[in-house]
């Protein structure tokens, strides 16, 4: 079955503790991106991938890394979480190397305290 | 770089009436249109898609219009149902080239209500 597959779907934890949200996806697609969903504010992009090796910069990279090591990974890596990170994350992924038609992981739902 | 605005942002409708969302975008160099649909505890969901050399697509009960004069772009959903109950995003992209390419930027999203 194709899918992006995002782990853990929830996470609790602390400010300044190190974390990682990993994103696979079993298409061979190009494309790999991340979003994070605040009420109001819809999807914002965050880092977005056009190939193995090459990221870029969303509209919202502070405080956030990424690598793509491998054309399936795409793993999220907050350094030093503060609780204005508390939001829910989304990787996707598309044919190509652009945005379009995306597939959507299920959603990652991070809390900072 | 590219704003979109999207409204209303919430809808109620009663099931068989027709749905329509607005979206806004600001970069005349956007290109790209799509729509998604996010069902409760689900990542988005592309329903339809269209470009900049079309004025309107259709997809059985859904239906995208595109004014690249006035930069605006329109969900039109028919006969409603219940399951139509969703989340829906409008978003916009430039995939010609240039600064913003690979980016996609999103509207804030609409809640549509179908009710029985």
Redesign the interface.
Known sequence: EAQ?TQNPRYLITVTGKKLTVTCSQNMNHE?M?W?RQDP??????IY?S?NVEVT?K??VPEGYKVSRKEKRNFPLILESPSPNQTSLY?C?SSDG??????F????TQLSVL | ?EN?E?HP?TLSVQEGDSAVIKCTYSDSASN?F?W?KQEL??????II?IRSNVGEKKDQRIAVTLNKTAKHFSLHITETQPEDSAVY?C?A?N?AGGTS?????????TILTVHP
């Open positions: 992006v494309y991106s979003y109001g504010l819809g999807l914002r992009q977005y056009m870029d969303g509209d989304f996707a190397t652009v945005a379009e038609k995306l959507f992981g299920s959603g | 770089g979109v999207q942002s790209y799509p998604y505890g689900k990542g988005p969901q592309l898609d995003f978003a992209q995939n390419y690979g980016k996609l930027t999103f509207g804030q999203g």
